[in-house]
């Protein structure tokens, strides 16, 4: 699970890119490394503290995903954030079918490569120009992939990551902005930046370091954060066609969960007590 370290003008992050498939037991979140945060943003699609707990839902691999961020959480009195939006049915076969856009033609690039450069080289003399047409298709099928070797080297790397995971992930999501990936970046950053952001400099009157853990899918969201007219831009494109592929039920949700240190409680995750607030955050 690979993390960077970056800065906007508002607040201090910690990217945390994770697999879904495991817990996400960084030394990020470890004893001595938790307490310089003040607050843990989230991945949750739109679905609020039960998606923590995962079970109530039944989405397996969350309980997983989470259990050591609650965990230390909890124990060291973090407050977590959530405030993903979720996509329509539209939106998630808008994000699969822009997903996958990439590998088929990644596959018909390197068809067409393979073919020229052995057609350039059969002939008695080599056909210099065929030859390099062949290679021209062969590296923009290698480009096409460059962003899915972003997305897993963010995931499956240990500690800090190079900054060109981010460029490399997002060059697949960013055009178009696919609503699964970059459509959520947007809807995130702007609620963290300015909502979240104003709301724990009132908690704390100091400048807040915050961690946000999203899969290694989500690494554009450094971009999305210190770049306010990008994510100003996309989501006015969003909003001009009524946020179609977003969940517009769920857009401006913020949960805001903190520790119970009695027996009240609004959720039990792992066995430990919380206290939640749904905000609406006024920004669409």
Request: proline share 3%; with cysteine.
């Amino acid at each position: 699970m690979g993390w960077v370290n970056f800065s906007t003008y508002n607040a201090d992050y910690l990217l945390v890119y994770a697999a879904h498939l495991r817990d996400a037991d960084d030394a990020v979140f470890n004893d001595e490394n938790i307490t310089s945060l003040d607050a843990i943003v989230l991945e949750n699609a739109g679905h609020g503290p039960h998606v923590t707990g995962g079970s109530q839902l039944g989405l397996g691999f969350l309980p997983k995903f989470y259990e050591t961020i609650m965990k230390q959480s909890h124990k060291h009195s973090k407050l977590i954030y959530l405030l993903d939006a979720d996509v329509s049915a539209f939106g998630l076969a808008a994000g699969i079918a822009l997903f996958a856009a990439p590998l088929v033609l990644a596959k018909k690039a390197f068809g067409q490569a393979k073919q020229d450069i052995r057609g350039a080289c059969d002939n008695e003399k080599t056909d210099r120009r065929q030859f390099l047409k062949g290679f021209t298709k062969g590296i923009f099928g290698l480009w096409l992939l460059n962003g899915y070797s972003g997305m897993f080297a963010a995931a499956l790397t240990k500690g800090e990551t190079h900054n060109y995971i981010e460029s490399a992930t997002s060059s697949v999501h960013r055009l178009p902005p696919n609503p699964f990936v970059e459509g959520r970046n947007c809807v995130a950053a702007r609620k963290t930046e300015e909502f979240v952001v104003p709301l724990l400099k009132e908690y704390r009157e100091r400048r807040p370091k915050i961690a946000i853990v999203f899969g290694g899918g989500h690494s554009g969201l450094k971009e999305c954060l210190q770049g306010k007219a990008w994510r100003d831009s996309v989501l006015a494109a969003y909003k001009q066609a009524n946020y179609l592929g977003l969940d517009i039920y769920t857009l401006d949700n913020v949960w805001e969960m903190w520790p119970s240190t009695s027996e009240y409680k609004d959720y039990e995750i792992f066995g430990q007590n919380w206290r939640a607030t749904k905000y609406k955050s006024g920004l669409f």
